[in-house]
């Protein structure tokens, strides 16, 4: 298939990133469907309104994670050998990590994230918390191969990608993903992963409609930041936000609607909208414990163990290359 964005005016876009999002969203507003990707969610504003979707009472995922990990932490810490290396993908707060580092004798921590600001931050607070522990930060997308610091080339590796945030890959990207990750953290490696499970409809429906409208903001700060960052005109009272369920695709799916025929300016291009018309900005795939192990040991690694919360909402899975 050739896609072909459209040219982007002689705009002048103050860095790399901002340059990747112009060229990704004039790309991926110009399908049909038109999209974007749920990486661009994530700006200062984003990341806050994420922090206030986690402490919603529809959305179970966060809670029931650490629970999970919270209760099983003794289990989990008897997989890992004395002075591991965990290597965090996409590590945003370190709520999770330090349940794990608490129990475990770790000797570092390896946060890999794009917002190199906030993990050197994190990075600190975690180095005065926990003073016999290594961090190594390393700021980069962790979606693409990376190499770790060296340091840690001896010691046994423990990768950890907690969240359900591999719910954010198509199925094929996911396995692609565990390979991938296999490769970077290499032989004898082990892994600790959160995948959300498939469940009762009303049930997820509420986690991505929440009452209070927080997710609604989420989705539509997506259109503030092309607003500020690539200087689009989208009027925010002209779409609204909406979560359906995909029971065949096994996922839940945003979208944003446009309340009325309009066309919207961005970079020199104008994109049209029919009433009713989308723009798919996530999908979150939901598994069950066999599905998830099936994934996991299509992409080349072994299951040691999956747990789940006695409501089976949401599993952690350990894993072990093979
Ligand atoms: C961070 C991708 C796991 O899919 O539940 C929350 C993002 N989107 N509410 C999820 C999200 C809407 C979240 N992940």
């Keep these: 298939m050739s896609v072909h964005a459209p040219a982007l005016a002689d705009a002048h876009l103050p860095d790399k990133q901002t340059s990747a999002f112009a060229r990704d969203a004039a790309r991926d507003l110009s399908q049909h469907p038109k999209r974007l990707s749920p990486k661009y969610f994530y700006d200062a504003t984003g990341s806050e309104l994420f922090e206030a979707i986690t402490r919603l ?19 989990i810490a008897k997989l890992i050998p004395k002075g591991a290396a965990l290597v965090e993908f996409g590590a945003g707060a370190t709520t999770k990590a330090r349940l794990l ?38 700021t980069g997308d962790f979606t693409a191969p990376f190499t770790l610091p060296s340091v840690v080339e001896t010691m046994p590796r423990v990768g950890f990608f907690p969240g359900s945030t591999i719910g954010n890959f198509e199925p094929d990207e996911a396995c692609r993903f565990l390979r991938s990750a296999r490769g970077i953290l290499g032989e004898d490696a082990q892994m600790i992963i959160g995948a959300d499970l498939e469940k009762d409809e009303r049930v997820l429906y509420d986690a991505y409609n929440d009452a209070a409208g927080v997710t609604a903001r989420f989705n539509l ?33 945003m979208h944003l609607i446009s309340k009325k025929k309009q066309t919207v300016r961005m970079l020199g291009t104008s994109f049209s909208f029919r009433t009713g018309e989308t723009i798919h900005t996530e999908n979150s795939y939901k598994y069950s414990v066999d599905r998830f192990e099936a994934l996991a040991r299509g992409a080349g690694w072994t299951v040691r163990e999956s747990w789940t919360d006695p409501a089976k909402m949401f599993s952690v899975h350990a894993l072990m290359a093979a």
Excluded: C, W
Aim: hydrophobic letters at 40%; a positive charge.
């Design 221 to 253: 700060n997506v259109l503030v930041r092309m607003n500020r960052e690539l200087g689009a005109n989208f009027d925010l009272s002209a779409f609204t936000h909406r979560a359906i369920f995909n029971r065949e695709r096994h996922r839940i799916e």
């Design 101 to 138: 580092l608490k129990n475990s004798a770790f000797g570092a921590y390896v946060p890999v994230d794009i917002s190199g600001e906030f993990i050197k931050a994190q990075a600190d607070a975690l180095r005065r918390d926990f003073p016999q522990l290594a961090v190594y930060p390393v």
């Design 57 to 75: 009472p529809e959305y179970y995922p966060t809670r029931t994670e650490l629970r999970i990990l919270r209760d099983r932490g003794g289990e």
